[in-house]
């Protein structure tokens, strides 16, 4: 059973950076070909991908946040971890990571989230 758990702090400053953790168990952040994602819902609003570490390495984001956004990992502490810099009010949210399974279509793309983290609530403000 893969368990994902968010830690980091709960309130951040406006223009500061945000910085958190995903702490996986029970499956490596390595094993071909899962991606580890970084999603948040903003209060009274849908999910929003952010982005995502690859099991190789390499990183995608969504464009509209990939100016601030950076993921990245320790294998050896088999963690990954979220940085969204020069924050606003905006970017307060509940912020979750998920195991995100892929699907071979000429290459390994994403299919879905199959396990997530209970998720914390991070409040940008002054």
């Known amino acids: 059973q893969v368990q994902l758990q968010e830690s980091g702090p709960g309130l951040v400053k406006p223009s500061q950076t945000l910085s958190l953790t995903c702490t996986v168990s029970?499956?490596?952040?390595?094993?071909?070909?899962?991606?580890w994602s970084w999603i948040r819902q903003p209060p009274g609003k849908g999910l929003e991908w952010m982005g995502a570490i690859v099991y190789s390495g390499s990183t995608y984001y969504m464009p509209s946040l990939k100016s601030r956004t950076s993921i990245s990992r320790d294998t050896s502490k088999n963690q990954f971890t979220l940085q969204l810099s020069s924050v606003t009010p905006e970017d307060t949210a509940v912020y979750y990571c998920?195991?995100?399974?892929?699907?071979?279509?000429?290459?390994?793309?994403?299919?879905?989230?199959?396990?997530w983290g209970k998720g914390t609530l991070v409040t940008v403000s002054s």
């Open positions: 029970g499956g490596s952040i390595t094993t071909n070909y899962y991606y």
């Open positions: 998920a195991r995100t399974t892929t699907a071979y279509s000429g290459g390994y793309y994403p299919a879905g989230m199959d396990y």
